[in-house]
């Protein structure tokens, strides 16, 4: 970035997925500025420049930075100590109109994230909303969503661009200030594949690559078609990866059940040999399974839990395919644990697994944590998927088809016709 000449950064959530240490060091080693108007101390003050300006062609360009305040439900309690983050509509109005004031245009690199006619669900509002609450704004340039916006959206006179996710794209907006009423002219979204790779850049990534490729490149397994997968995807219906998942985690700590995040699948598998690289594709975050041992009571409450908590945000919930929830108007009426009926008033201990970030940071999961019986294993997630392909070598996305839900007609039947739909890997 340093290389590329970046102006400014905004803040997101993953730059709390290691300690503060950490981003402050990244902080001293860029040439840019860190933008945030929204993140404070417990004292009340800016943990970083809110804004920055710059001059173009004798024009001053006002730029600053929002951040959602979902990060305390996405990353871990420990890298937040100290924080505070703002609403940021209400808390950053005035600052924007006195930027207007003396500034010919004013930018906001906002990490709120792109919602579609304000459908935001769970998740806080995102940047529709920060254009109607700071019409003042000239620009909103986004994230966190990962939208791929091929036209800018306008609300009000402010324009709302995202260009995907991971370099994929260069976004471009040609604006003239001495134009009155609109001032765009041009936008595209101009695909970077397909342009020749900068031999400046690839002296700088060679030797982190060389590194890479020996770590990650040795075989792990092999699989007989492609296990699809990734966000937009797993997220619509049960999928073999997440199930695969699941199955990876339930077998590395020897679990009786294990929940499975989809946000935290973020990649499928593709057809024959798998690297270790394929496995951090699938999870790139390096969290942690986590156990606690549970009776009948609680283990319905965690189920219901999982499940009440990802429908209504549209996502959904991966179990180990040993468990089969009745389902009947939303609501789940029957639990099923290999092939056994669990009531709430069992006195057994079910053991569960699932990662660190359902377990220690999502607030719904509290009780997890505060279990007597709850630890942190320190395996990683990697680990265990690591582990599933050198057990088994060759998997079939075909023995993973067996799906979690089912309606009362179906489960009311002999569990033996739901198994039937698993198909067992030839040896």
Not at 60 to 82: C, E, Q, V, W
Not at 83 to 101: D, G, I, N, Y
Not at 127 to 139: G, H, N, Q, R, V
Not at 317 to 334: E, M, P, R
Request: net charge positive; proline share 4%; with cysteine.
């Amino acid at each position: 970035m340093n290389k590329i000449g970046y102006d400014a950064m905004a803040i997101g959530n993953h730059e709390f997925d290691k300690p503060q240490s950490v981003l402050r060091q990244q902080q001293k080693l860029a040439n840019f500025e860190f933008v945030n108007a929204n993140i404070k101390t417990t004292d009340g003050k800016q943990v970083f420049k809110p804004y920055i300006t710059r001059i173009v062609d004798g024009k001053k360009i006002a730029i600053i930075g929002y951040t959602t305040p979902d990060i305390p439900k996405m990353s871990p309690k420990a890298n937040l100590t100290g924080l505070v983050f703002e609403e940021p509509f209400a808390s950053t109005r005035a600052l924007v109109q006195q930027l207007k004031k003396d500034h010919d245009f004013v930018i906001a690199l906002s990490h709120l994230g792109y919602y579609a006619n304000e459908s935001h669900g769970l998740d806080f509002p995102g940047d529709e909303t920060l254009a109607k609450k700071i019409p003042e704004l000239d620009m909103i340039i986004g994230g966190h969503t990962h939208s791929e916006l091929q036209k800018p959206v306008k609300i009000g006179n402010t324009y709302i661009v995202q260009a995907n996710s991971g370099g994929q794209f260069v976004g471009r907006m040609d604006i003239d200030l001495s134009l009155l009423g609109d001032k765009m002219t041009d936008y595209k979204l101009v695909p970077v594949k397909g342009f020749a790779q900068d031999q400046a850049i690839l002296d700088i990534t060679k030797p982190y690559l060389v590194e890479a490729k020996n770590k990650l490149g040795s075989k792990v397994g092999h699989t007989v078609s492609e296990f699809k997968g990734g966000r937009g995807f797993v997220e619509v219906a049960e999928q073999p990866i997440g199930k695969m998942v699941a199955a990876a985690h339930k077998q590395k700590v020897s679990a009786d059940l294990s929940f499975v995040h989809s946000k935290r699948i973020r990649a499928g598998l593709p057809k024959g040999d798998i690297s270790l690289r394929d496995l951090l594709n699938i999870s790139p975050f390096g969290n942690t399974l986590t156990t606690a041992e549970l009776n009948g009571q609680e283990l319905w409450k965690a189920v219901e839990t999982m499940h009440h908590n990802f429908t209504a945000q549209n996502d959904m919930a991966y179990f180990s395919d040993n468990l089969v929830l009745t389902i009947k108007d939303k609501k789940i009426v029957k639990i099923h644990l290999d092939g056994k009926m669990i009531s709430m008033t069992a006195t057994g201990k079910y053991k569960v697994v699932m990662n660190n970030f359902l377990s220690e940071i999502m607030p719904e999961f509290d009780f997890i944590k505060q279990h007597p019986s709850f630890e942190n294993t320190g395996i990683k997630d990697v680990e265990a998927l690591e582990n599933y392909f050198k057990q088994h070598n060759t998997l079939d996305p075909r023995a993973f088809i067996r799906k979690s839900y089912a309606s009362e007609k179906i489960c009311n039947q002999p569990l033996t016709v739901i198994l039937k739909t698993l198909i067992p890997l030839k040896k």
